[in-house]
């Protein structure tokens, strides 16, 4: 038997009666795990295995297959389905997290996916950060969690810390000031100014209470959500089928009116 708290990220059907779920761990990998009696009314399985649902699991392990046993509710993102978009972005957010984070992870390897997705949820369900924000906020520092964050010091050919307007290289994961230009390796090179460059920076190095709190203008923001967007479907090779959808059903409101934060970068 083992216990963990955990976080389902999505349920297959399977058979008549059961499920499958993943399971975000506590220790930062999935766990695909199996439900047994989850279609039935009664089942308590139906509520604490449901999409969103951050609980303790008990499991076991039989004829390799991991099966649950118990589980005892401690949140469950019920709100994120009173809004499409909301919930949308939350599946983008599941599905990146399944695509990229391994089964297991090695002993001493530090990682905090588990803390990144429930502090986006919280923010993505009370509605108190603009989803605008919340998506390029998880999508870089997802990527800096799993070892793959951007090299956001200097120019990387004249070492300049914060030029007024630079390139972003998706494929090379660094920027150039705009007198140096952009290597051959670049294909399509991201115009950027210095805060959009302030508020990358803010993403992959601030701890996890400063995380969330700043501000952007809309015109930055765009800047930062494509470089965001384009640098993780490069470095992943993915393009989740919940971003197209969340793509679809917010392109006429893709920039609403922004609510003042903490911080202005």
Same mark, same amino acid.
């Given at each position: ?8 990220? $999505? ?12 399971? #975000? ?46 589980? =005892?509710?401690?949140? +469950? ?12 972005? $939350?599946?983008?957010?599941? =599905?990146? +997290?399944? #695509? ?33 924000? #919340? ?54 090179? +991201? #115009? ?74």
């Amino acid at each position: 038997m083992e216990t963990y708290k955990g976080l389902v990220l $999505a349920e297959r059907n399977a058979g008549d009666r059961g499920k499958f779920i993943d399971i #975000l761990t506590e220790n930062n990998t999935v766990q695909e795990v199996y439900v047994r009696g989850a279609k039935k009314a009664s089942s308590a399985a139906t509520s604490l295995t449901q999409l969103f649902s951050y609980a303790v699991f008990s499991i076991q392990q039989r004829n390799g297959r991991v099966y649950l046993d118990s589980a =005892e509710p401690i949140r +469950i993102f019920y709100r994120l389905r009173e809004s499409l978009s909301r919930l949308s972005l $939350a599946m983008y957010f599941s =599905e990146l +997290i399944r #695509l990229s984070v391994r089964e297991f992870r090695p002993a001493g390897e530090t990682c905090e996916v588990m803390r990144l997705m429930l502090n986006t949820l919280h923010y993505l369900e009370n509605g108190s950060r603009e989803e605008g924000l #919340l998506k390029p906020i998880f999508e870089l520092r997802l990527m800096t969690e799993l070892g793959m964050m951007p090299d956001l010091l200097m120019c990387r050919t004249c070492g300049e810390f914060l030029p007024k307007r630079l390139y972003f290289s998706v494929e090379e994961g660094c920027f150039s000031c705009q007198e140096c230009g952009v290597s051959y390796r670049t294909q399509s090179p +991201i #115009l950027l100014r210095a805060p959009a460059l302030q508020a990358m920076r803010h993403i992959v190095f601030a701890d996890f209470q400063r995380l969330f709190h700043f501000h952007l203008g809309a015109e930055n923001l765009a800047s930062v959500q494509l470089c965001a967007e384009r640098f993780v479907q490069y470095h992943l090779g993915v393009c989740p089928e919940a971003l197209t959808f969340y793509h679809k059903i917010t392109a006429p409101v893709l920039h609403s009116e922004e609510e003042p934060h903490e911080q202005e970068l």
